[in-house]
C-alpha cells in the first residue's frame, strides 16, 4: 500500500466520523437554542405576572391604576408617578416581547395573545395620555406599534364588567 493509498483511506474514514459529529453538533444547537427560547420567554412571563401581582396584593396600587386608566391627567402628582412606574414596567415587558417575537423567540400565536392584551390596555384614554408623556423612552418601532394600536380607535373594554360606575360615574364602566 502505498502513501496516496493511505492518505485516501484517512480521509475516507475522516469523513465517517466527522459526519456523525456534525449532525450531533446540529442537534444539540437545535436544542441549545429552544431552550434559550423557552428561557427568554419563560422570564418574560415571569416579570409580568410579578408586575400584575402587585395590582392584587396592593390595594391602593389597584385603585390607582383604575384611575390612571380613565384619566391619567386627572391623578395627584404622587398617584401619576405610581401610575408611571408602573405602566412603564408593563410597557417595557411588552416591549421585550415583542423583540423577542421579531426574533422569532416568540411565536405568532403567543405574540397575538400579547398584543390583544396591549390593544385592550391601550384603548383606555388614561393609557394614552400616558403613552404620549412616555412614548420617547421607547424604540420607534415598538412606538409606531403602540400608534397603531391607538389609531385602530378601539373601545375600552376591558374592565367593562368590573361595575367601574362605583369609581368614576356611569361613563367608566366601559
Known amino acids: 500500500m502505498n502513501w496516496e493509498m493511505l492518505a485516501a483511506v484517512g480521509q475516507l474514514a475522516a469523513v465517517f466520523v466527522g459526519i456523525p459529529s456534525l449532525i450531533y453538533l446540529a442537534v444539540q444547537i437545535r436544542e441549545q437554542t429552544k431552550e434559550r427560547r423557552q428561557s427568554a420567554v419563560h422570564a418574560l412571563t415571569v416579570q409580568w405576572g410579578d408586575l400584575t401581582g402587585s395590582l392584587h396584593d396592593n390595594p391602593e396600587i389597584a385603585a390607582i391604576f383604575l384611575r390612571g386608566m380613565h384619566s391619567f391627567t386627572d391623578l395627584d402628582a404622587v398617584s401619576k408617578l405610581r401610575f408611571s412606574a408602573f405602566f412603564n414596567r408593563l410597557i417595557n ?14 411565536t405568532g400565536s403567543s405574540w397575538r395573545a400579547v398584543e390583544r392584551t396591549m390593544s385592550d390596555l391601550i384603548a383606555y384614554p388614561g393609557v394614552q395620555q400616558w403613552w404620549e408623556t412616555r412614548r420617547h423612552w421607547h ?13 385602530k380607535g378601539n373601545k375600552p373594554k376591558a374592565f367593562a364588567a368590573y361595575n367601574l360606575n362605583d369609581l368614576f360615574g356611569p361613563k367608566a364602566g366601559v
Do not use: A, C, K, N
Not at 93 to 106: A, N, V
Not at 139 to 151: A, G
Open 93 to 106: 415587558i411588552f416591549e421585550g416581547m415583542y423583540f423577542s417575537h421579531r426574533q422569532r423567540i416568540l
Open 139 to 151: 424604540t420607534e418601532e415598538f412606538d409606531h406599534l403602540v400608534s397603531e394600536l391607538i389609531e
